[in-house]
């Protein structure tokens, strides 16, 4: 198990680069909220789209976009991501729920589930991200006046520096059970990053914890250049997503952590695309059917 991390410094903010798709989540968020069928309500995302000149002019309802629902991006690619924000909403509540007060946001971006969740007010939220990052979401909470509902804790530290170190300097409790997030972040890193992150996690976790994360099974992220969502997202709001993959063999998290005893399940988009009975569907070339979400939880002795 690895016990140091790569070393590496970026305070880079949002305009630019990974720090961008924060932005277009947000927006994604943003439009998910507004719908009359909602599965997830961010009340803060369309004032971060808004406060950032690089996409001043993306929509932040479904009547803005172009085409509307038909649109491969603000309709179908919007609605994976509001569907991802609930089903990872549901498992940090339910974890919750079970009796972990430590929440570890991974490469928090621009979430706001310590502002809208309706957590314990003994329960501290860890958000790790770069510190431009992490600077650009507090301006903007800050002008609204935005008050958590649970303690929040600032972690700018960049994934691929001591991340370990920052978090437990600033009170998280490794003999504490914890939950943890990983939302569309670990297919950005290379595969030595992640492998160092989830044995991080490991190692900082006791009985009662639980993580959640998003992985990739393609073998060649290439083959869906040309899928309706990577395009949109290319010809409309110039975001190459493939080129910001990071395009090295992907270790199997998931098989790593049932192999270390954690229970792990693993399901498809689709599957909750059923079980909340709105969302994407399959369709042909389609750049979402490699995407898994895995939930994980550390069984006591």
């Not at 493939?242 to 693993?266: E, I, N, Y």
Request: with cysteine.
């Amino acid at each position: 198990m690895a016990d140091t991390a790569p070393q590496h410094t970026d305070a880079g903010g949002v305009d630019g680069g990974v720090g961008l798709t924060a932005l277009l989540v947000a927006a994604a968020r943003a439009i998910e909220s507004h719908r009359p069928d909602s599965l997830a309500q961010d009340t803060y995302a369309e004032h971060f789209v808004r406060a950032s000149p690089a996409c001043a002019d993306w929509p932040v309802r479904i009547e803005q976009a172009p085409g509307g629902d038909s649109n491969p991006l603000w309709g179908r690619f919007a609605r994976y991501f509001g569907m991802r924000t609930r089903a990872l909403d549901d498992f940090l509540v339910r974890s919750v729920g079970a009796g972990a007060r430590q929440v570890v946001l991974l490469g928090a971006g621009l979430d706001t589930r310590a502002f809208r969740l309706d957590l314990p007010s003994d329960c501290v939220v860890f958000e790790i991200d770069r510190a431009g990052v992490l600077a650009f979401k507090r301006e903007v909470l800050t002008d609204l006046s935005a008050a958590p509902r649970a303690k929040r804790v600032p972690v700018p530290v960049d994934l691929r520096a001591d991340w370990a170190g920052a978090l437990t300097a600033v009170g998280f409790d490794p003999d504490a059970p914890s939950v943890w997030l990983a939302e569309g972040l670990l297919f950005y890193l290379p595969g030595p990053v992640e492998t160092y992150l989830i044995d991080t996690v490991d190692r900082l976790t006791t009985a009662g914890s639980a993580l959640a994360f998003e992985a990739k099974l393609e073998k060649d992220l290439l083959a869906y250049r040309d899928s309706p969502i990577y395009a949109a997202t290319r010809e409309q709001i110039g975001i190459d997503l493939l080129r910001l993959f990071d395009k090295g063999p992907r270790p199997d998290s998931a098989g790593v952590l049932t192999a270390r005893g954690w229970s792990t399940s693993m399901y498809t988009p689709f599957d909750f695309t059923r079980r909340y009975r709105r969302g994407p569907l399959p369709e042909s070339n389609d750049a979402l059917e490699g995407n898994r979400w895995v939930f994980a939880l550390k069984p006591g002795p």
